[in-house]
């Protein structure tokens, strides 16, 4: 069964402090793999889809990255507007997105 | 295009009524999905259509679940009988998925609430 999992389930940082957010996956035959943002009482909102191992995207202040079993989501020198839940999910065999439980991220000034 | 619409944005319905919630997808898309997300949880998948066609559903979706696109537009997801298990935000999202990849993402809605009391 496809699994995702994403640590930490939660993270405090300051203001220009950067860190990274992780997702581990298990799927058979991986199609994508999508990064989310989520604020509170919304939709998540699209960030990146990554295809295949060693594949790099970036947008502003956040860098994703893949490797066969794992990706990362960078984010350099983050602001408080930053602050948010960061979803992964996986698309695998079929059509359906198997998310993980997201990463809940606060950033003081 | 202003996005995915969904109506109504939050429902209180009481145990056993049934409900219905609508989704309005972006035009351009070619498929429309259902997902359901419980507090501290991501979105699990619930059904989606490639135009009017349902071509998967989850186990989650039970008897009391129906979901139809009529003529490929928009799409309707009606609980029956609802229970107290019911309550959670309900996503619709649409993308443009050509040979199985969805460069831009899937385009999620902003949800309906529903609290079954």
């Known amino acids: 069964e496809d699994q995702v999992t994403q640590s930490p389930e939660a993270l405090r940082l300051q203001e220009g402090e950067s860190s990274s957010l992780n997702c581990s996956y298990t799927?058979?035959?991986?199609?994508?793999l999508f990064w989310y943002r989520q604020d509170p009482g919304k939709g998540p909102e699209f960030l990146f889809t990554l295809y295949s191992a060693g594949e790099e995207k970036e947008k502003e202040r956040l860098k994703a990255t893949l490797t066969k079993k794992e990706s990362f989501l960078h984010i350099t020198a983050p602001k408080p507007e930053d602050s948010a839940t960061y979803l992964c999910?996986?698309?695998?065999?079929?059509?359906?997105?198997?998310f993980g439980a997201g990463t809940i991220l606060r950033v003081k000034s | 295009d202003t996005g995915v619409s969904q109506n109504p944005r939050h429902k209180i319905t009481k145990r056993g009524q049934n409900v219905t919630f609508r989704c309005d997808p972006i035009?351009?898309?070619?498929?429309l999905y259902w997902y359901r997300q419980t507090l501290g949880q991501g979105p699990e998948f619930l059904t989606y259509f490639q135009n009017e066609a349902q071509l998967e559903k989850s186990r989650l979706l039970s008897d009391r679940f129906s979901a139809e696109r009529p003529k490929g537009s928009f799409s309707t997801l009606e609980i029956q009988r609802t229970e107290q298990g019911d309550s959670a935000m309900y996503l619709c999202a649409s993308s443009l998925t050509i040979l199985d990849r969805a460069d831009y993402g899937y385009t999620f809605g902003s949800g309906t609430r529903l609290t079954v009391v």
């Open positions: 799927v058979s035959g991986l199609r994508g």
């Open positions: 035009s351009e898309h070619n498929r």
């Open positions: 999910a996986v698309q695998a065999g079929g059509n359906k997105l198997v």
